[in-house]
């Protein structure tokens, strides 16, 4: 299957077929043993936090900062702002 953006190979694979499976795997500190993340899970998130920056106004071709240690929310966000056509400017 051949997907002409990044949003529908995205959609393709959060509601398909791996939906259940492995999207990542993270410590969520050092003392804590690694914590897994489904597709499903991973998309949800992402669909939650595009509904929250589109409420406070943001929209295509916006830039957003993140500012962030590498963590699966920095992910949400800029997977969030890709479907939202907005720009990410990582701040490291």
Known sequence: MQFSTLY???LDRTS???RDK???RHKPDRQQPYSSISF???GESVYRAAS???KIGLAADDRI???SESRPEWLVVDHA???LRAITV???
């Open 40 to 42: 499903s899970t991973f």
């Open 52 to 54: 929250a920056l589109q």
């Open 22 to 24: 492995v999207y990542l």
């Open 81 to 83: 702002a890709i479907m």
């Open 8 to 10: 529908d190979l995205f």
């Open 16 to 18: 398909g077929s791996l």
């Open 65 to 67: 900062a993140i500012l």
């Open 90 to 92: 990582p701040m490291f």
